[in-house]
């Protein structure tokens, strides 16, 4: 096929112009320095190279992009370009606002392969991913490297316990809604608001699923010291949780989880194996160890002991094995 190169540079009246040099052939064609403004306000500065926009098959399209300045939104990209990227993005991206992207991608009918830094609406996100079945995007899978600052992942996930995030994370998982989000997550988390607190220093190696938490957890927060290993689940109506959690100190009046007591402070070693929505209806064993709670009457100590609760025709039955305080 005929190399064909070619030079353009067009600006209209409201607004929109077009700057490119392009060359190649068409199932190879190279863009260099494309500067496009559109009336929605979107912008594309790079280099872009096409192959195989005309092919017999239907699965060799590859696109390889190096942008300067991609500034849109999940809407108007998508209308720039349809069949480029208009089953490449989930649709969850539209909580991201107005954003801007410098970085490199490569994008085949199944793959994409993205290094950027991202400016949102609702924070900055760097990513080093590599994303595969995007042919079915929003149950695609994909693995790397992010970092989150400052961003709002309760609005990204829409789940208003959630806030802010900074976070360096390797993920390696599938879906990007809350609903089918499902990956190994290994990282730190610097900062995350939940239920209205900030939390700072914390270390993750576990896999999180439409709201199930099952892993590895170590908090080094002024209210919150504590080594986490086990299972959280918050999926369904009634919560579960399977775990053993070393608590060093933790301040519940601060953390927002209980506000009877004007001091609420405790430490010791907690296993739990119990489900429930909440105190009143909780059923299963919990175990403590060497435990300590402070409040502002008076400081209580306990030995080990062991708490259980069940349900027999609506009745509620609670055992405690005799603790130890002083």
Partial sequence: MNSICFMMSLVLANGPSLILVFHGTLNNLQFDNLRLNTSSNTRVYGDLNF??????????????????????????????????LGASIPSIFGKLGNFNINGTTKIT????????????????????????NVNNIETATYKGKIIFDDFNIGKFLEDPNLGKISANLEVDGKGFKKENLSS????????????????????????????????????????LKLDFNGLADFSKAI????????????????????????????????????????????VGNI????????????????????????????????????????
Avoid: C, W
């Fill in 51 to 84: 192959k195989n926009l005309i092919s017999k098959t239907t699965n060799d399209f590859e696109m390889q992009g190096v942008f300067s300045n991609l500034s849109s939104n999940y809407r108007d990209l998508k209308s720039l370009l349809p069949n480029v």
């Fill in 109 to 132: 009918t199944t793959k994409i392969d993205a290094d950027l830094d991202i400016l949102t609406q609702i924070g900055i996100a760097r990513s080093n991913l590599s994303i595969s």
């Fill in 239 to 282: 919560n579960a949780f399977d775990f053993t959690a070393n608590i060093e100190y933790l301040n519940l009046k601060a953390l927002n989880f209980y506000n009877r007591d004007e001091t609420s402070e405790f430490k010791g070693i907690v296993e739990m194996n119990m489900r429930g929505t909440s105190l009143d209806d909780a």
């Fill in 287 to 326: 175990s403590f160890n060497t435990t300590n709670y402070k409040n502002e009457n008076d400081d209580y100590y306990f030995d080990d002991f062991q708490i259980t609760s069940s349900f027999k025709d609506k009745e509620r039955f609670i055992t405690i094995n005799s603790p130890r305080y002083h």
């Fill in 184 to 223: 190994r997550i290994k990282g730190d988390v610097y900062s995350i608001n939940y239920n209205k607190y900030d939390y700072k220093n914390i270390n993750v190696n576990g896999t999180y699923q439409q709201s199930v938490f099952n892993g590895a957890l170590l908090v080094d927060d002024k209210n």
